[in-house]
């Protein structure tokens, strides 16, 4: 029913919504540049080319002449606002649902934006959350053991790093060291999205391992462009979601990654392939995982077919496991697989965009009982003012944990962000 209500709404705002101004850029470098943001986003954050272009040599315009330094230019300001209702059903044989219903406002955050070119080739970036909210609260945590700020909120420091490029016609290379995440990921939705939410396959772990996809990591990556093409590569310390851990103990293995992407067209169409190698030392947990160290690698196909009036996403992804779980004795091989596939509507100069994703994730292939997680996503975005943006979802996500029991979370999110 709240999915038929999600319908509802969209088609009232597509009715009532009837003429939005064209977006301008709202950023700090939409004023160092003096361009609308149409040049490197084609709806809500999602990149062109130009916008691909403009992120991976150092969040400045290709062979752009460098101008005096002004803080304005260096600086954006974002909050994010939202409601949202949860409703989660745990379906057993022979026992009645067990049904679960929580909702509430939601100022979640407030950050900072800032980057751009220092000078002798050097740029910098860093996203900050001055406050996080944890959706935690005293019924069930505890203050004075849970909460790094008081109160259940947090800072949070997201990607920060420091870069260097060097271009030659069109042949350019760049490195960066810091907290990092392969770019290839931030433009699958990992990063600059149109959509509120991340897909299942890149926000999901498999066992005890936080590695997933979606990672911001301490670590340094090289990268290479030639016209359209980019190849990088890197090496991070490999604690996945943990993105505030140095590493786990003594620990000293690190991971690494590599990307290879192909650009088309102007719009910010795209292929590529992605491969990260890590081992995950499960046995230095607190509470133990494993035995021993997860040996683990995996790899992925994703692309996008990006036009004036929309998009066509996807991307599949491939693991491998390898420990001995806790109390055994002997290795065993966890195979995992995950997917998603995505349509996008662009309306009223991309003010208006509809979306629907379907998702799947199976964290152990071999079992048909391994908790595999999949469902629909529908969405819609609207930025009725150049310096913000509306975007309401609903997902109904199935989890089948047994033969004999299954999990559904129906969600809807209403999120407003503005930014200056």
Avoid at 350 to 359: T, V
């Amino acid at each position: 029913m709240k999915i038929k209500a999600i319908i509802v709404v969209i088609f009232t705002v597509l009715f009532i919504v009837i003429i939005t101004k064209e977006s301008q850029a709202i950023s700090a470098w939409e004023r160092k540049y003096g361009v609308g943001c149409n040049v490197c986003h084609i709806a809500g954050y999602k990149l062109t080319y130009a916008g691909q272009q403009f992120l991976r040599h150092g969040h400045q315009m290709p062979g752009a002449e460098s101008k005096e330094a002004n803080m304005s230019d260096y600086f954006s300001l974002t909050m994010k606002i939202r409601y949202w209702d949860k409703n989660k059903t745990v379906q057993q044989s022979g026992l009645a649902d067990a049904i679960e219903t929580r909702n509430s406002f939601e100022a979640h955050a407030l950050s900072i934006y800032s980057g751009g070119p220092l000078d002798s080739g050097f740029s910098y970036f860093t996203e900050m959350y001055l406050h996080e909210n944890e959706r935690k609260n005293p019924g069930e945590n505890t203050e004075s053991t849970e909460s790094d700020m008081g109160d259940w909120a947090r800072s949070k420091l997201a990607e920060a790093y420091l870069q260097y490029g060097n271009e030659r016609d069109d042949l350019y290379f760049t490195a960066r060291a810091g907290r990092i995440m392969p770019w290839l990921i931030h433009l699958h939705g990992g990063g600059a999205r149109l959509e509120y939410s991340r897909p299942l396959p890149l926000t999901e772990t498999v066992g005890s391992n936080p590695y997933r996809p979606f990672s911001r990591q301490f670590g340094a990556g090289v990268g290479v462009g030639f016209k359209e093409a980019f190849f990088e590569a890197g090496v991070v310390n490999g604690t996945g979601k943990y993105e505030n851990t140095v590493e786990i103990g003594t620990d000293t293995y690190k991971d690494i990654y590599a990307s290879l992407d192909y650009s088309i067209g102007d719009n910010g169409s795209m292929v590529g392939v992605y491969y990260y190698n890590g081992q995950f030392p499960l046995h230095l947990l607190k509470t133990k995982g494993g035995e021993n160290a997860d040996k683990f690698n995996q790899t992925g196909v994703m692309g996008q077919c990006v036009i004036k009036q929309g998009a066509l996403i996807g991307a599949y992804f491939s693991g491998s496991d390898e420990y001995t779980p806790t109390g055994g004795t002997s290795n065993v091989t966890y195979k995992s697989q995950s997917y998603y596939a995505e349509i996008q509507g662009y309306f009223m100069d991309s003010s208006l965009s509809p979306y629907f994703r379907w998702e799947f994730f199976d964290p152990d292939t071999d079992r048909s009982d391994s908790s595999e997680k999949s469902g629909p996503v529908l969405g819609i975005h609207w930025k009725p003012f150049d310096h913000g943006r509306f975007v309401l979802e609903a997902s109904n996500y199935t989890t089948n944990d047994s033969s004999i029991k299954k999990t559904i979370n129906r969600d809807i999110t209403l999120e407003m962000q503005f930014m200056f």
